[in-house]
């Protein structure tokens, strides 16, 4: 370039300099794509040296043991609170169950007990962990978690729940239990007859409206310890934090079910394809609604949210919602009001020893 610049007019050394500039923007985007086109061809090649690990790995096992394939294996315990939308979830799960070939199990404790005695809890763990012909198994009921691994369980269930705020649960529940809902209409309830509202409830200081009526959710996640039913425990708030964390695949909000749907579709196709399809279009889905139920004054509201045990109710909320908000904006993006699940966003590369 010095040559030219002694050798050619002024004009014509700009020239050759833009040309040349050109050129090597030219070759810095052919260089950019050749190593966007070997990266690609990387990722393809990883890929099927893993479909090819996969499968040998599946005719390994398939020769060498009589266990079902991990997948035929899965069982799912959801551990319903009351009053939290759960039967409507629970619709999608027995409107499914054929089309996606598996078992739905009802766990119908004795008066809705959550708690189970000791020698129930053996034989609820030997049930969903031996009972091939159950596999893949979807159970659900009332009852406290419960830990496996504390009976020798290799193979643990995968856990999922929904969460509501603990004062519209509580109403939720009131009204159900005096006027039932349009499920099973013609069904009598408990306390049928008693026509006296939540707001006359509260400020008559009746027994269904105290905020001990709150403490529900932290016990059912909180599980089979004497200390998860002593109302108002500190620890029993924290085991909860931890177990749902810990021990739940996902938990869900009642406000937010379409979403909870969709990730569970996600994550478990198995279990939930077609799912969220099905939540949006399905009468089942919207079937379950409260009667005669009628919104709290902000009175009882605040009469109620000065206990300890609603505020302790509504840390557990609050925490297991920021968990799944949390959990929700990893896995999908929004697009002009609609949610769109994010796509795989890795993959395995440079495997050995090579497959031969």
């Known amino acids: 370039m010095g040559l030219l610049r002694i050798m050619m007019p002024p004009k014509f050394q700009l020239l050759a300099v833009m040309a040349f500039g050109v050129a090597m923007l030219f070759i810095e985007n052919q260089i950019q794509k050749l190593e966007e086109s070997r990266a690609k061809l990387e990722r393809t090649m990883a890929r099927h040296e893993v479909r090819e690990v996969e499968q040998r790995q599946t005719r390994d096992s398939l020769r060498d043991s009589p ?19 759960s039967t409507s979830f629970t ?8 089309k996606n070939r598996f078992h739905v199990l009802h766990i119908n404790t004795t008066k809705n007990n959550p708690v189970m005695s000791l020698q129930d809890q053996m034989r609820f763990v030997r049930n969903v962990t031996s009972w091939r012909e159950m596999k893949p198994g979807f159970y659900h009921g009332h009852v406290a978690y419960l830990d496996f691994t504390k009976f020798g369980i290799k193979g643990k ?12 649960r509580l109403v939720s529940y009131y009204y159900f239990l005096r006027f039932g809902d349009d499920y099973r209409p013609g069904l009598r309830r408990r306390k049928q007859g008693d026509k006296k509202t939540f707001d006359e409830c509260v400020s008559s200081g009746g027994s269904d409206c105290t905020p001990e009526k709150l403490w529900l959710q932290i016990p059912f996640f909180c599980g089979h310890y004497s200390e998860c039913w002593n109302v108002g425990s500190r620890w ?35 279990f939930f394809r077609g ?16 009667s005669e139920k009628k919104p709290p004054t902000k009175e009882s509201i605040s009469k ?13 909320y609050e925490f297991a919602l920021e968990q799944f908000q949390f959990v929700r904006a990893h896995s999908v993006r929004e697009k002009d009001g609609e949610l769109y699940l994010l796509a795989q966003n890795f993959f395995y590369e440079k495997i050995y020893p090579k497959v031969n």
């Open 91 to 98: 619709n999608i799960a027995y409107d499914l169950c054929g």
């Open 236 to 270: 029993a708030l924290e085991q909860a934090k931890y177990n749902l964390v810990n021990e739940y695949l996902l938990v869900g909000v009642t406000e937010e079910l379409e979403d909870f749907i969709m990730m569970l579709e996600a994550a478990l196709p198995r």
């Open 304 to 316: 109620l949210q000065q206990s300890n045990i609603w505020k302790m109710e509504n840390e557990f």
């Open 275 to 290: 799912a969220t399809e099905l939540y949006r279009t399905g009468k089942k889905s919207h079937l379950r609604k409260t």
């Open 67 to 85: 266990a079902l394939p991990e997948i035929e294996d899965l069982v799912i315990i959801y551990n319903r609170v009351p009053k939290t939308a």
């Open 157 to 168: 269930p995968v856990y999922i729940n929904i969460v509501r705020d603990p004062i519209e």
